[in-house]
Nanobody
């Protein structure tokens, strides 16, 4: 079992930046992939980005490609999501998750709110 805690959310103006963090504890922080998801008000949860254990392979949703960057520091048991050029449509609760049993996303954090004002 892996426990995940997100942080770094907040209120930002359109065009601004935020960096989210996801701290993992419990099971050894390897060798599974991790990812970010988000859920806007009244909508389902959607995939944002995924990163492999080594960080050598990343995948992004089309809506964030070129603006968001996912990374991880295994020595710190932490994953990050750098979000630049934010737009109001990025407003959502952001969740991190693990893929300890591929392809299922099995462990989830409690989420962190990101609000982008126009």
């Amino acid at each position: 079992q892996v426990q995940l805690v997100e942080s770094g959310g907040g209120l930002v103006q359109a065009g601004g930046s935020l960096r989210l963090s996801c701290a993992a504890s419990g099971r050894t922080f390897s060798p599974y992939a991790m990812g970010w998801f988000r859920q806007a008000p009244g909508q389902g949860r959607e995939f944002v980005a995924r990163i492999t254990w080594t960080g050598g392979n990343t995948v992004y949703a089309e809506s964030v490609k070129g603006r968001f960057t996912i990374s991880r520091d295994n020595a710190k048991n932490t994953m990050y999501l750098q979000m630049n050029t934010l737009i109001p449509e990025d407003t959502a609760i952001y969740y991190c998750a693990t893929q300890t049993n591929y392809p299922s996303w099995d462990n989830w954090g409690q989420g962190t709110q990101v609000t982008v004002s126009s």
